[in-house]
């Protein structure tokens, strides 16, 4: 007969041995006995910015496998980069990403471990230098995310909203670190808050934090962390242009800053700002027999949601207009488009949704 686990009287020590029981295997994590690789921390850390650990086990595995070293990425050029990148969002990571290898490649291929070094690392913020310092080095820090939060705002019932009691929700979270093992620690929270004490339904049965959590006593686990009231996104309308040439398409390729920066893209209205609808042939790249398809295409963005009409013609032109060229149909997938600029191409018909 198996006898179940003792539920330990200190809470870091619980967490710490759930976590050993029931960690997931990812492909940044290392394996038990392994020292962490901080190249692989450093680039998962990158990717899971605003995005699921879902969307970005498939990405990361095709990343590392086209560049398994910082110095790999270091000599990379930008524009492959961009390309392996797209879908991602947040194209800026992208961008950084590249710009913060070459400085580790600059300076003997070596992550700095204190955060207030990684902290000087384009892209790298407090948060992020504070994760990959715990993981990589097992420094003792607090790197505290969305998951974190909410765990440690349910254990002590914590009645006002995470951003306006910061320093609280650290102090806090830094009782729950296993001070031999700061790294762990750091994951084991981010995982409790990933599958266990999940945003709407929290499994308060299997969590190993259950008889120290306050919001569990009060029977109010779905009150907590407290909510802000969030403004709602502006609406904005805008236009994509396709102007095809036999199986080709133009695209542009947009300025280093800005949304989409240096990326790849069809012509377009400045989709930061609302344009009205009288306006949109103004920003068409050429003359031509514009034509409008019947339904705009949406999509939403983290400050604002677009709802971009599509318009597509065609010509026999040999050049391409300004700033722009011609791509092939068949290489499309290849151009690394924003997840925007698919969305508008397979409306158009040139590559699947």
Request: hydrophobic share 45%; with cysteine; charged share 25%.
């Amino acid at each position: 007969m198996i006898k179940p686990r003792a539920r330990s009287t200190k809470p870091a020590q619980a967490l710490i041995a759930w976590y050993d029981a029931e960690r997931r295997e990812l492909p940044w994590r290392a394996r038990r006995g392994e020292a962490p690789d901080p190249y692989r921390v450093w680039l998962s850390e990158i990717m899971l910015q605003q995005t699921t650990v879902t969307t970005v086990k498939a990405r990361y595995v095709a990343f590392l496998s086209r560049w398994p070293t910082v110095e790999d990425l270091a000599r990379a050029p930008l524009d492959d980069v961009l390309a392996q990148w797209a879908g991602l969002g947040y194209y800026a990571r992208a961008r950084n990403l590249h710009a913060c290898a070459r400085a580790v490649a600059e300076s003997s291929c070596a992550f700095p471990q204190d955060e207030e070094a990684l902290q000087r690392l384009p892209g790298v913020g407090p948060y992020t230098a504070a994760a990959i310092a715990a993981i990589a080095f097992d420094w003792p820090c607090v790197a505290v995310d969305g998951n974190v939060e909410r765990v440690v705002a349910r254990l002590h019932a914590i009645d006002k909203p995470p951003r306006r009691v910061a320093p609280l929700i650290r102090e806090r979270a830094a009782a729950l670190m296993d001070r031999a093992r700061p790294g762990d620690s750091v994951q084991a929270l981010m995982e409790l808050g990933a599958l266990i004490c999940t945003p709407r339904a929290p499994n308060c049965a299997a969590c190993p934090l259950s008889s120290f959590c306050a919001a569990r006593r009060l029977g109010a686990a779905l009150d907590y962390p407290a909510r802000e009231a969030k403004p709602q996104k502006p609406r904005r309308r805008g236009a994509i242009f396709i102007l095809r040439r036999g199986d080709d398409a133009l695209l542009r390729r947009l300025p280093p800053k800005g949304l989409f920066g240096g990326m790849n893209a069809f012509p377009s209205t400045p989709l930061t700002q609302d344009v009205p609808a009288a306006e949109f042939a103004g920003f068409a790249p050429c003359a031509a027999r514009w034509r409008a398809l019947d339904a705009p295409v949406t999509h939403v963005f983290t400050h604002f949601a677009l709802e971009a009409t599509i318009f597509v013609a065609y010509t026999r032109a040999k050049s391409a207009p300004s700033d722009c060229r011609w791509a092939a149909r068949a290489n499309l997938d290849k151009e690394g488009l924003p997840t925007l600029m698919r969305k508008a191409a397979a409306h158009a018909g040139l590559v699947d949704g």
